[in-house]
């Protein structure tokens, strides 16, 4: 018997845009790598309009074997230079201050996620490791998040949940 399952595909890039569009202009509230450091979690926030009878929902995108993750800011050097003020990472008090206000804790996914139809690194990851391997380009009003990885998973999680806690006996 094997020790580890093996993996099996699951979504093609047609099904993973269209997880993507679901998002599409809703809330980013985090993103980064599992505790285990091999698959990359984006968790989002997604309302509709309460008129549709569909219940706000917090969702986590997780990309696994995530082979690369490259996160870079979509602000201008004129916005960060405004935005350096420690001030500007509590919402309350930076009400009144210019500059981005990082304390909302969110950014808008817009213009959203997009499956690159040909890519060069998901390619030869495949070839490397004989399994699909796909690329994202995932852009916020914050952030820029680029992922090659071979599956995506997508969940509802519960208010509370805490993606990373600090623990003694896990070393």
């Not at 008129?51 to 050097?77: H, K, M, N, W």
């Amino acid at each position: 018997m094997a020790r580890f399952a093996r993996h099996t595909p699951g979504m093609d890039h047609p099904a993973i845009q269209e997880a993507l569009d679901n998002v599409f202009d809703q809330a980013l509230i985090f993103h980064g790598f599992t505790d285990y450091m091999r698959d990359y979690d984006v968790f989002t926030y997604a309302v509709a309009d309460p008129r549709t009878g569909i219940q706000p929902s917090f969702d986590r995108y997780r990309f696994r074997y995530c082979v690369e993750a490259v996160t870079t800011t979509t602000l201008t050097a004129d916005s960060w230079r405004e935005s350096l003020d420690e001030r500007l990472t509590d919402h309350a008090v930076a009400a009144d201050l210019e500059g981005y206000v990082w304390g909302v804790k969110w950014q808008c996914l817009y213009p959203g996620g997009k499956v690159l139809a040909e890519s060069a690194k998901a390619d030869r990851w495949a070839k490397d490791l004989g399994i699909a391997f796909h690329e994202v380009v995932i852009e916020a009003n914050g952030h820029k998040i680029s992922l090659v990885f071979s599956d995506l998973e997508v969940t509802t999680v519960q208010p509370g949940h805490a993606p990373f806690v600090v623990t003694t006996g896990d070393m």
